[in-house]
């Protein structure tokens, strides 16, 4: 009885043994990952440069639509409908509309080790020279990481483009309408 207690505590302490050594040397998990991914976008700023990116594309959009308007109807484009307008994009792509898909997209595409060296990178710590091969690759995977959270983007962002038609054209029939109604049909 007494050598398979032995057996069974030496079974219990071997497993023991495996399971620590497994979660020692394991890659982090994807909570952990995730983790990271949140940190780096804080420390890179990415935010405040969602932010000037997606006002710049606004200010393109509206004076787009100015020129559209202004050649085709030779009016111009009210201030309340291009402030409706800009407020439709700033809220459908406000930043945190996509923060928590952008530090997935990051967890599944960036190794832990990368993500720490871009950490590091962004807070000012140098880069080691043993790991320039790690921030190269890392690098190599931005054009990537670009093509799916555009795509990301489209696919979690209703738009506003079919709303800001709806504005436009209902402007310009309101502008026809009062010179059809001076009109004479003698």
Known sequence: MLAITKCNRGKHVATLSLLCAVLLIAPPSLGDALADARLLLRVSNTAEHFETRTQFQVSNI????ASIVAMESDVELPAGIRSAIAEC?????AWENFQGG???IIAENLSPQQIQLLIGFYRNRGLP???IDTFKA???KAELIAAISADYIFRNSPGCAHRDVQL???FIDSQSLPSLLGTSFE
């Not at 509206?62 to 639509?65: A, D, G």
């Open 168 to 170: 436009i054209n209902a």
């Open 138 to 140: 890392t690098i190599a």
């Open 89 to 93: 994009y700033t809220q459908e792509y």
């Open 62 to 65: 509206l004076r787009t639509y």
């Open 102 to 104: 952008f530090a997935e």
């Open 129 to 131: 020279p043993s790991q």
